[in-house]
């Protein structure tokens, strides 16, 4: 939907820009209709949580850098408006931001375009949809703010520069915030004084709002805090979608990202490229989570949408799924308990948080989180992880991140960078299924294929490289490979995981017989006209395994020499792997 929009946003554009010069007015100002919000049932907001106030700080013009001061489209007339919601006592609260995402404001033309400005009767009001949200945080202690970014995604006022409209309309809601909170001029309709601390900021992104906040955290201002807010203490990334923003360049602040299994709008789980992203970049040292949300779709997440726009064929995993009040409770739930890691001062609090989050190293990978099916992939901070092999590089194959050899034995190995490409482009690039699976975020991994029982795949660890005494798990991500003829059913993979240190003494742990990571992919694998033979209809995430070192009895682990995984479990099986590494 995104990238069609943008397709005949830009055809409409050379239209636009032979208009006449003038700068548009923005049409007068009326109460939205009562019938474009969806109300949220009373069982799903707690019975303390505080009202929702629609606010209106009022008509605004930002400029648009590129263009020319005689062209109609320099001086862009928004309007300032929202929701808000804040505690009734206490303070100063974190603020949260929320962003919604590229669904048309503006009523659209032939060409697709959403022509602005539009009047307040016309324009849908996508900022509504997380109406619940904003209660909720605030019944939990934080003043939230939904905010109309209609005007950053429309093409229909000449053609955007990504992110400066955003940047623009954000900082004069946080400065009337501001401004309101020290006791001056208060527009939003609700007790702000002492109430909102605006240099305790997260940012939260549905869709294109995703990496919207994620450029936005990362932006120098919002990074030096210099317009008087921020910086950022967290970004969280609802079925992302990844257009303008480059997702490889990792991220500044914590960064939690969740995947509507069932997405029918972005339906390739974009918002794992920034997961990757932060995976990837050699600068990242703030943690990162992406949860894999079994049944969820995409518009479910905004309250005022109606059906995803593409659907889900071919995805028996999607025949049901989940009621649009259920996901947006456990939205509700999660968004919580990723706050309560940023913000709360309980480090109790915050380890309770990080558990129900799937972040608890101490414990086994989760198959459900909040009461509903779903997996993670988890990236500890920088200096609580101690990295094995990723691979980012073919070379790691022969010589892994510690200095170590790699050894295959009875295995076949293939690298898989990261990104799209076919076997065209990338000459034996088979194993990596890149044309007919998909698996979110393109990443960076390597292909593991064994025939029969006792293969194995062997990481050296050099002599003072090995004292794991300090760190509570060894963890890796894996998937199983739906189309490869030696996954011989649909049971789950498994393994062993071997520790041998520096006298020789060698632990063996298994893989759980039910480890969510080494799941059969649901999908349906089903013949092409054209082009590849096959195609398989199911997504296939990368989610994350972890064992506890503690399990590995009778090895000294102050001087650990070699880590090996062995294939003995299955008589054979082919794997994408990646991220094998220690972490507390």
Known sequence: MHCIRLARALIAFTILAAAPSACVPLPPAAPPPATRMTAMPAEEVPPASPKAVEYNLGETTITQARFPEDSRFRNMPVRLNGLIAAPETGGPHPVVVIFHGNHPGCPTDEMGVDRWPCTSEVEQPNYQ???????????RGYVALSININAENTFGFGEPVPGERLQQIMDRHLQALAAAAAGGPNEFGVELTGRADVNRLALFGHSRGGEAALVSANSPEMLTAS?????VAGVLLI?????????????????ATILAACDGDVTRQDGQFFYEGARLSPQQSQWATSVWLERANHNHFNQILGHDPFGTPGRPDCDSILEGETQRRWLADYAVDFLTTLFAQDPTAVRQAEARMGMDVHAPAPDALHALPARVAGLAPASDRRTIFRPATAEEFTSNLLGGSVTAD????????K????????????PCRRTYVTI??????????????????????????????GYAALSLRAAVDPVSALNTDVKPQAFTVRLTDGRGNQARVPTRPDEPALTFPPGLVEP??????????????????RLALSDFAGVDLTDIREVALEFDQRPSGTLFMGDLEWVQ
């Open 440 to 469: 979110p975020g393109q990443p960076s991994h390597a292909v593991v294929s064994w025939d029969k029982p006792g293969a194995s795949l062997r990481f050296a660890v050099p002599k003072g490289a090995g004292d794991l005494s």
């Open 227 to 231: 317009q008087g807010y921020g910086p």
């Open 129 to 139: 949809g997380f109406e619940y949200l904003v209660r909720e945080l605030a019944a």
């Open 419 to 430: 990104g799209f490409y076919n076997p065209a482009m990338l000459p034996g690039s088979e």
């Open 239 to 255: 079925a992302a979608a990844t257009v303008t923003a480059d997702p490889w360049s990792g991220s500044a602040v914590p960064l």
């Open 410 to 417: 009875g295995v076949v190995t293939h690298f898989c960078p």
């Open 528 to 545: 092409l006209a054209e082009g590849e033979s096959i195609f398989f209809t199911g997504i296939v995430p990368l989610t994350t395994i």
